[in-house]
C-alpha cells in the first residue's frame, strides 16, 4: 500500500511569489490533514478535509493559505503571496478515522518551504 | 486549552543505555487520545503508539514501552537498550474529541532529539 505523499519534498520562493504544496492521501481514507512545523516551533495543526470537504480550518493563519481537495482525492495548499514567515515545513496526514485507529494517522515526508 | 510539553530538547545516549522521553500534557477533556511518533532523518513521521484516556494499562512492544498516567497527565516513552537506529526526534501528541472544531487534529509537544551514539 503506498503512503501519504507529498509534492515537491523542497520548494525555495522568493517573497510574494505563489507556491502550491500537493498532497496524495492513503487510497480510501476519507480524512485529509494539513500540519505546519515553524523552525524550533511545533508542529501545528492548519487543517481538516473529510472528503472534499472542509470540517475544520481553525488552524489557517490566514488567507494567503489556500486548501483545496477536488473530488476527496488529493490536496492543495496554495500560498499566495508567500511571506518570509511561511518557511517551514509542511505535513500531510490521512486516516479513515477522525480520530486515528489503532494505526494512527499516516503522515507524509512533508514538504521544505523556504521563503527568501 | 489542550497543550503538550516535552521539556527535553535534546538527550545524548551511548548505545546500549535505556532512555526516558517525557511528556506531560495539559486539557480539559474527558476522552483524548495520546500518540507518539518518530521522525528519522528522512523526515516523515512514523506513528509508534495511541492511547485512549480510559486506557491506563502500561504498553511494551519490543524495546519500546509507554507508561501513562493520569494522576500526573504524563506519556512517558522508554526504549530499553538503546541503538543507533533509534536516533530521531521524537513526539508527543494529542487529540482533542469528536466534537466541535477540533475533531481529530492533533496538538504536538515540541519534540526531542534523540542521539544514540555507537
Known amino acids: 500500500e503506498a503512503g501519504v505523499t507529498q509534492f515537491p519534498s523542497h520548494s525555495v520562493i522568493e517573497k510574494g511569489q505563489t507556491v502550491t504544496l500537493r498532497c496524495d492521501p492513503i487510497?480510501?481514507?476519507?480524512?485529509l490533514y494539513w500540519y505546519r512545523r515553524v523552525m524550533g516551533k511545533e508542529i501545528k495543526f492548519l487543517l481538516h478535509?473529510?472528503?472534499?470537504?472542509?470540517?475544520?480550518e481553525s488552524g489557517m493563519p490566514n488567507n494567503r493559505f489556500l486548501a483545496e481537495r477536488t473530488g476527496g482525492t488529493y490536496s492543495t495548499l496554495k500560498v499566495q503571496p508567500a511571506e518570509l514567515e511561511d518557511s517551514g515545513v509542511y505535513f500531510c496526514?490521512?486516516?479513515?478515522?477522525?480520530?486515528?485507529?489503532?494505526?494512527?494517522?499516516?503522515f507524509g515526508s512533508g514538504t521544505r518551504l523556504t521563503v527568501v | 486549552a489542550q497543550k503538550v510539553t516535552q521539556a527535553q530538547t535534546e538527550i545524548s545516549v551511548v548505545e546500549k543505555e535505556d532512555v526516558t522521553l517525557d511528556c506531560v500534557y495539559e486539557?480539559?477533556?474527558?476522552?483524548?487520545?495520546l500518540f507518539w511518533y518518530k521522525q528519522p532523518p528522512s523526515g516523515e513521521l512514523v506513528f509508534l503508539i495511541r492511547?485512549?484516556?480510559?486506557?491506563?494499562q502500561n504498553e511494551i512492544s519490543g524495546r519500546y514501552s509507554w507508561n501513562f498516567q493520569k494522576s500526573t497527565s504524563s506519556f512517558n516513552f522508554t526504549i530499553t537498550a538503546s541503538q543507533v537506529v533509534d536516533s530521531a526526534v521524537y513526539f508527543c501528541?494529542?487529540?482533542?474529541?469528536?466534537?466541535?472544531?477540533?475533531?481529530?487534529?492533533?496538538?504536538f509537544g515540541k519534540g526531542t532529539k534523540l542521539s544514540v551514539k555507537p
Open positions: 496526514a490521512s486516516s479513515q478515522e477522525e480520530v486515528a485507529g489503532v494505526d494512527g494517522y499516516t
Open positions: 487510497s480510501g481514507h476519507d480524512n
Open positions: 478535509f473529510v472528503k472534499e470537504s472542509k470540517q475544520d
Open positions: 486539557t480539559r477533556d474527558t476522552t483524548y487520545y
Open positions: 492511547r485512549n484516556s480510559f486506557d491506563e
Open positions: 501528541a494529542l487529540s482533542g474529541p469528536w466534537n466541535g472544531g477540533s475533531q481529530g487534529n492533533l496538538i
